[in-house]
Nanobody, 126 residues
Framework: QVQLVESGGGLVQAGGSLRLSCTVS????????MGWFRQAPGKEREAVSC????????YYADSVKGRFTISRDNAKRTLYLQMNSLKPDDTAMYYC???????????????????WGQGTQVTVSS
């Protein structure tokens, strides 16, 4: 049974920072590309950032480049998203994924199935 559990979301003022974490069980974490997606009210799901299985390749949405940093600790089976200089437009439910890799201008399915967490809410006030 594969489980992805996000944490670290919350309510912050514009300009603040949050660090999201995703702990993974039930799969060999080091063999999976990992990523973060988000969905805001009235908007489509958006790939925020993803990282390949060894951490040597990453993708960032243009809207978060220079502000967000994705990283992974394979020994801890944990994925992170450091979010700085937060803006109200960053308000969304953030989902952790396993099995979606950096590809072109997004995070695309790998040749393995993908898994999704339940999400953690990030709200940025103006």
């Amino acid at each position: 049974q594969v489980q992805l559990v996000e944490s670290g979301g919350g309510l912050v003022q514009a300009g603040g920072s949050l660090r999201l974490s995703c702990t993974v069980s039930g799969l060999t974490f080091a063999n999976y590309a990992m990523g973060w997606f988000r969905q805001a009210p009235g908007k489509e799901r958006e790939a925020v950032s993803c990282i390949n299985w060894l951490g040597g390749a990453t993708y960032y949405a243009d809207s978060v480049k220079g502000r967000f940093t994705i990283s992974r600790d394979n020994a801890k089976r944990t994925l992170y998203l450091q979010m700085n200089s937060l803006k109200p437009d960053d308000t969304a439910m953030y989902y952790c994924t396993a099995g979606l890799r950096p590809y072109g201008d997004s995070c695309a399915p790998a040749s393995q199935r993908d898994y999704w967490g339940q999400g953690t809410q990030v709200t940025v006030s103006s």
